[in-house]
Each structure stands twice: as C-alpha cells, then as structure tokens.
C-alpha cells in the first residue's frame, strides 16, 4: 500500500516561497517527481529526481526551471519541493509520485512512468 503523503501546501504571495514534503522511506532507491493538476487542465510534471545518493539526477518542466528545486533527503527519508518566485499561474494541487517499475526510456515528466500517488496538496498563489 503506498503511503505518500504530501504536505507543505499553502496560499502565498507571488514572489514567495512555499516547501513541499513527502515521506520517502519506500523509495529510497527509487525515482520520484512532482505533478500538479490545475482545475480543468491535465496533471503536468514539474520536477524528477532519480533513486540515487543525493546530488540525484533531477529534471524540470520549463516553466519552473530556475525557480523550484526537487530533492531528497535520504537522513529523513524526505522528497523535498522548493518552490520560490512563485507565480499565480504556479497554483495547482501538488502531487508527489514513486516509481518502481519502467523502461529506460520512458519520459519521466509523464504520469504513466509512476505507480504510486499521493492523495495531493493545494498550492494558491496570489498575484
């Protein structure tokens, strides 16, 4: 039974920072990433890190490069999202997602490369 749990989530300011975690324990040597889902619009990968020691391989949607950061603390077995310079079009629910099984190829900024979700949290951004 996976057992992500996000948390972290807010309301802010545009300009502002806000922190999103989630437990790690079953993923340690796993990939994982961060989805958002605005109403009405598909789920959208924004960040991936791969299952190694830290400094993981990570991966960014454009639109946040330079802004968000993901890692992973393995000490507190924590995925971490670092979200500053938030913009308004930044809010979404946030989901964090594991990944067990998959091809070498497979684009890890797709849901399909995950198995395992989280049940979500809102991110609200105010201009």
């Known amino acids: 039974q996976a057992q992500l749990v996000e948390s972290g989530g807010g309301s802010a300011q545009a300009g502002g920072s806000l922190r999103l975690s989630c437990p790690t324990s079953?993923?340690?040597?796993?990939?994982m990433a961060w989805f958002r889902q605005a109403p009405g619009k598909e789920r959208e990968g924004v960040a991936s890190?791969?299952?190694?020691?830290?400094?993981?391989?990570?991966t960014y949607v454009d639109s946040v490069k330079g802004r968000f950061t993901i890692s992973k603390d393995n000490a507190k077995d924590t995925l971490y999202l670092q979200m500053n310079s938030l913009k308004p079009e930044d809010s979404a629910i946030y989901y964090c997602?594991?990944?067990?099984?998959?091809?070498?190829?497979?684009?890890?900024?797709?849901?399909?490369?995950?198995?395992?979700w989280g049940q979500g949290t809102q991110v609200t951004v105010s201009s």
């Open positions: 079953r993923y340690r040597d796993r990939r």
């Open positions: 890190i791969s299952g190694y020691t830290s400094p993981g391989t990570s």
């Open positions: 997602a594991g990944r067990f099984i998959g091809r070498d190829d497979d684009d890890y900024l797709r849901p399909y490369a995950y198995q395992d």
